[in-house]
């Protein structure tokens, strides 16, 4: 599912934070997965995106993701893998946008 874009410069540090609290329930976060590459471009990735942490907040309903780096003009997509306690799965897309200025 996709869950939104982050639009950051290259030479941010930018972070977004995803609930999980109404497709939990009652049930808590047991792990999150991440992956990011980047979308087909014609221009060279001088200066890939890279995941700089992703992890489950104590309340254990939600996440942070932070991502620093890119090439700008590109997009990245960052797959998101949450496994809740309770053994339900759910995968989300994100999309991180490079602009120089923002």
């Not at 309340?59 to 809740?84: C, M, N, P, Q």
Request: aromatic share 6%; proline share 4%.
């Amino acid at each position: 599912m996709y869950i939104g874009t982050l639009i950051k410069a290259p030479s941010e540090l930018a972070h977004m934070g995803v609930d999980y609290s109404r497709w939990l329930g009652s049930s808590k976060l047991k792990s999150v997965q991440a992956s990011i590459a980047r979308d087909v471009s014609d221009l060279p990735d001088t200066l890939p995106a890279q995941l700089w942490a992703v992890f489950i907040a104590p309340d254990g309903k939600s996440i942070h993701v932070f991502v620093e780096r890119g090439t700008d003009g590109s997009d990245y997509s960052v797959v998101l893998v949450a496994t809740a306690v309770s053994r339900l799965v759910r995968e989300d897309d994100l999309v991180v946008r490079l602009e120089a200025t923002v």
